[in-house]
């Protein structure tokens, strides 16, 4: 069965510090997608990306990073020289594109703050 | 613009009182799909729907109904809403299951 733990219910760092948030998934699929999601104070959620299980590269985007790890069954991510405005929630997902059945399951999500 | 929107946005009701939450979408997608957000629990998926006339039952869907008549609209209807039904909900769309989803605002609902 599908599952998605994010083990990190809420972490707290002070701004400019680098910060990973990790994300362990299960699936019996080997066609799947990883998602990110953040969600900030205001309450709506936002992509941030998308990875497929056949694309392995480590991803980068401004300060954002992710790393995905098949072999350990992660996809984790990582914010360096965080900034105040980097508070949310962040939740990872995982999509069995073409599996039994067509759910789409999310972590429970991290709660992020980041202290001035 | 392409976007997802949901009414209404702030509901209080009372057990028992049928009511429906309203999704829309502008983007064409095929794959849809109905989340409600409680504390400790992240998201989870209630209902979706690959197209029209085809839904099927996500990880919570027990006291909830959709339909999908037409591609842009997914109504969530709570036929007997009862308190431990009190969530934030959240519709969402995408071409596909692998694909991005786009949320619309949420609906906070309170039973009483």
């Known amino acids: 069965a599908q599952k998605v733990t994010q083990a990190q219910t809420e972490i707290s760092v002070v701004e400019k510090e680098d910060v990973t948030l990790d994300c362990v998934y299960e699936t019996r699929d080997t066609t799947y997608y990883l998602f990110w999601y953040k969600q900030p104070p205001s309450g709506e959620l936002v992509f941030l990306i998308r990875r497929n299980s056949f694309d392995e590269q480590n991803e980068i985007s401004g300060r954002y990073s992710w790393n995905f790890q098949k072999s350990t069954s992660s996809f984790n991510f990582t914010i360096t020289a965080s900034q105040v405005v980097d508070s949310a929630v962040y939740f990872c997902?995982?999509?069995?594109?073409?599996?039994?059945?067509?759910?789409?399951?999310f972590g429970k999500g991290t709660r992020l703050h980041i202290l001035p | 613009e392409a976007q997802v929107t949901q009414n209404p946005r702030y509901l209080i009701t009372v057990t028992g009182k049928k009511l429906t939450v309203t999704c829309s979408q502008n983007m064409n997608h095929e794959y849809m799909s109905w989340y409600r957000q409680d504390p400790g629990l992240g998201l989870r998926q209630i209902y979706y729907s690959m197209n029209v006339e085809v839904t099927d039952k996500g990880d919570v869907p027990e006291g909830y109904k959709v339909s999908r008549k037409e591609k842009r609209n997914f109504p969530l209807i709570l036929e007997s809403p009862s308190p431990n039904q009190t969530s934030l909900y959240f519709c969402?769309?995408?071409?596909?299951?692998?694909?991005?989803?786009?949320f619309g605002p949420g609906t906070r609902l309170t039973v009483l």
């Open positions: 997902a995982l999509s069995e594109a073409g599996g039994r059945d067509d759910k789409i399951i």
């Open positions: 969402a769309s995408s071409l596909a299951t692998e694909d991005t989803q786009y």
